[in-house]
Each structure stands twice: as C-alpha cells, then as structure tokens.
C-alpha cells in the first residue's frame, strides 16, 4: 500500500475512535499502533500530525497524544450587508468595475465530484506527474545550506540563470524575475504596463484565468480573433488604432484553448505591429514543455528575438510538473523590468526558497529529461485516442484543429438545435449529471461569442480507457439533450 494512502486511513480510522476517549485523554502509543494497524512508525507520525493541524489532538513532546479540548462554539454571524456598499463604491474620478469574476478559472481548478470523469482539468493527471522526482528534489532541497533562509527577491540566481537559457541566448539572468506561477507573472505583468481603465488586447478564444486577471485589475480586455496560425496581424493592427491600447496579450504557442501555433510569417509582423503602436507584448509560454513528439522542431520564443524589449515573456515549470510546484519566471528588458520587480515585491516579498531550490534540483536532475519526454509520448497518445474517440462518438462536435501540444481539444458545438451557441451550458449540465465534466467554452472569449463551444482534456484523465468512457458519457449526455 502506498504511504500516503495507509496515512489517510490510519487517520480515517483514528479520527473514528476519538470519541472513545474524554477531553485530555491519552490515546494508544505510537508503538501500539504501529502494532495494531500493522504500519510504519513514519505512518504513524505523519496521521497524528494530520489529526493535530485538524485540532482533533494535542501532542507533547516525550508524553505522547491527547484528545483535544472540544473547541468554543462559534459565535452567531453578524451583519455583513453593509459590505456590499463599501465593496461596490468608489469615490474616484473613474469609475472601474470591481468585482472580481473567477468562474472560467474555477472550472479547471475544482475538483470534480467523486466518479465524475475529468475531461475539464487544467493540470496532468497524478500519473503524469514526476512525483517521486519532485520528492527526491524537494527532499535534497531541504538540506542545502541556507534552504530555509531568505531568497534574493529577483529570485535565485541560478534558477534565473536556467530559465534565461530556456528562453534564448540573448536574454541574460539579470533580464529574468522568479514568480510564484505563471498566473502570478501574468497579474504582474498586466498591473505593471496598463494603468486602471485601460483597454488591453487579447486573443479570441483566450485563456480565463488572464481575462480574470485583467478585469481584476481593472482593465479592459478588447478581442482579436484567431485563426489556425494564431493572432490575425490585420485585425490586430485595427484593434491598436480603434483603442490606443498598448498591450497585447498573446500564446504564440500552442494557444489556450484552440492549441494553435503562430505561423512564422506572422511573428515578425506582430512584433512590428506592436512596435509601431508604443505597445508591449505580453508573451504567455505556457505550453513549450507540453510539447508532443510528433510536433517537430518548435520556435524560438518572441523574446528570444526581440533587442528593443517590445515582450515581456511569461514561462512556469507548474503545468509539465505539478500544481504545487508555483515557480514561474517574468523576462523582461528596460526600465519595464523595474516596474515588475516592485509590483512583484509589493504583492509577495519573494518566492518560498525550499520551492526555488526544488525547482533547481528537479531541473538539474537526470530524471527532468526522462519526464519530458515522457510526457511528450504520453500526451500524444491521449490526444490522439481523444480525437478518434470523438470522431467515432460525436462527429456532431467539429474539431478545427489537431494541435500538437497542450493538454486539451477545442471543439465548436453544432449549430440549430440542441448543442447549438445557446444550449452549450446545457451541454456542460447534462454531462455533470451524465458523471463526466467538460468545460463550457463562453469564459474563453471576453465578447460574444461567434458560437458554442466546449473544451476538452486530455491531460488530466488516467488514461485512453478514461477518455473513451469519458466520451461515450459525453454521448448519452448529447443524445439527452436531443430528445428532450
């Protein structure tokens, strides 16, 4: 039996028998447990410390554990209606919407019910994740001198060395900042280069969790469509003329959610268009290492050629490894890369450095080139039996495009009856209750959408039998709409 599962049910089983014993009662030895659940002793610590942080026990060093004191009732809730004044109020000038929408990024970081198939996730599946590299590095981490101490606020340097090099040869370690994340590089970025009321372009379909960042800051995201080789440069020139605005968000990438990649045609002319507008652009990398190994020879990033500091680039080690591991970096050049250091330093001080030096010893270890490319196969496969799946199962759903990287299909739903534009949040209903879960497609457009759509993961399931039980769920919710 795994560690991790014999202490959940040690302390299912403990938690069970605590009202066998009153208020500052003693509870069995460590060694009589280790005796009668037949486990490790470490099993046992690790249960009596989850027991403690719930409040359950006490402990005391050389006496063993106690049931704890039952706790004060809480006291009756008060008024909080005059909060909804204070928060909806604001005595400036402009007024800039300010409440704070997280949906679209909710529905990829909650857990689904249990039996409830994962086709919505964000993250790999456990399966997927490097865990016993991450708890060796972690581990070695632990016992670097300093580990614990206080990190350089820019981040360590040979993490921004590391992650320097993975951008391109013209970006050094002085151009780079450790951030908790890509989400927190993004927030960063966005407070950083657009003030409060600003409009800020972004790409049609887009990631949620930017959108959400952007309005939470209080700009304005303005839509450019794209098309199967990314952001369209003609619209996008519109789009800077029509607002002023003077930063474009793009994935030039693997594109969250349709996985297109820009074409090579256009990356020159984006950086130009840009250019010409006074305007930074906002490069979110956050796929490269969810590559596929079918996918080729992958492009540079736009920073990696880009002498005037028109990008700031966006990158994290969390998608190809786990959702624990927050380490990201912001790459920058000119007098922009201040502004970011001391947003970053106002909101968090600096990066945990057990974390920072976890990320260096994975990145450094032999097993990191073993992952990736593992996990190159691995997403192959599922994207590709998700694909015929579909195409067996649900011809109705049209699938644009085969990407080849990401984690996750972005599919139009068919128009004129049910699954058309208007019913995909009854598509997304009738598949919870079918026990499988989709995500909706309306959060990833920050206009009217120009139709339904549902994206699909392939990333966070177990596996090919996981994803065709998934679809064929997918199917009786389909035909249930059908025949209602």
């Not at 060694?31 to 942080?53: D, N, W």
């Not at 930017?210 to 789009?239: C, I, K, Q, S």
């Not at 290492?289 to 990158?315: I, Q, S």
């Not at 790459?331 to 976890?358: H, K, T, W």
Request: with cysteine; net charge neutral; aromatic share 4%.
């Amino acid at each position: 039996m795994q560690e991790r599962s014999s202490v959940a049910e040690l302390v299912t089983s403990l938690r069970a028998e605590l009202n066998r014993y009153s208020p500052g009662g003693k509870l069995p030895s460590s060694r009589a447990l280790v005796e009668r659940f037949r486990v490790s002793p470490v099993t046992v610590s690790r249960a009596i410390a989850q027991l403690a942080a719930e409040g359950l026990v006490t402990t005391r060093p050389g006496s063993g554990a106690f049931r704890a004191e039952p706790r004060a009732a809480l006291p009756a809730p008060g008024d909080t209606s005059w909060q909804e004044v204070s928060l909806s109020g604001d005595g400036g000038p402009e007024v800039v919407p300010r409440t704070v929408d997280a949906s679209g990024v909710l529905v990829t970081l909650a857990a689904p019910p249990p039996g409830v198939i994962e086709l919505n996730g964000g993250y790999l599946h456990a399966s997927l994740q490097p865990e016993r590299a991450l708890s060796a590095a972690l581990a070695r981490a632990g016992r670097r001198p300093g580990a614990w101490g206080r990190p350089p606020t820019d981040g360590l340097p040979e993490l921004r060395s590391w992650f320097a090099r993975e951008i391109g040869p013209a970006v050094s370690a002085a151009d780079v900042l450790i951030t908790a994340g890509g989400q927190s590089a993004l927030a960063t970025a966005l407070r950083a280069l657009a003030p409060p009321g600003a409009p800020v372009l972004v790409e049609s379909p887009t990631y949620p969790g930017m959108l959400a960042a952007a309005r939470a800051t209080g700009l304005r995201p303005v839509p450019v469509p794209v098309d199967a080789d990314g952001v369209r440069p003609e619209l996008l020139a519109d789009a800077f003329r029509a607002t002023g605005a003077r930063v474009l968000v793009t994935q030039p990438l693997f594109q969250n959610p349709t996985g297109a990649t820009l074409a090579p045609a256009r990356r020159p002319e984006i950086l130009a268009i840009a250019r010409a507008a006074g305007a930074f652009v906002v490069e979110d990398d956050f796929a490269r290492r969810l590559v596929h190994d079918d996918a080729g020879p992958l492009p540079a990033p736009l920073a990696a050629d880009d002498p005037d500091g028109t990008v700031v680039h966006v990158c994290s080690l969390t998608k190809v490894t786990s959702p624990s591991l927050r380490v990201g970096a912001l790459a920058a050049r000119g007098p922009v890369l201040e502004r970011l250091r001391a947003i970053q330093v106002v909101d968090s001080f600096f990066v945990p450095r057990p974390l920072q030096e976890a990320a260096l010893e994975l990145v450094g270890s032999p097993s990191w080139g073993r992952h990736l490319a593992a996990v190159a196969t691995e997403l192959r496969h599922r994207r590709t039996a998700l694909a015929t799946a579909l195409g067996g199962e649900l011809p109705e759903l049209v699938l644009p495009h085969l990407p080849a990287g990401g984690g996750s299909l972005w599919l139009r739903l068919p128009g004129g009856g049910a699954g058309d534009g208007a019913d995909e949040p009854a598509l997304v209903s009738a598949a919870l209750r079918a026990s499988v879960a989709i995500a909706p497609g309306r959060p990833y457009f920050c206009a009217e959408p120009p139709g339904g759509h549902v994206r699909l993961s392939f990333a966070a399931v177990s596996g090919a039998a996981e994803i065709a039980e998934g679809v064929r769920r997918l199917r009786t919710a389909f035909d249930g709409l059908r025949g209602a």
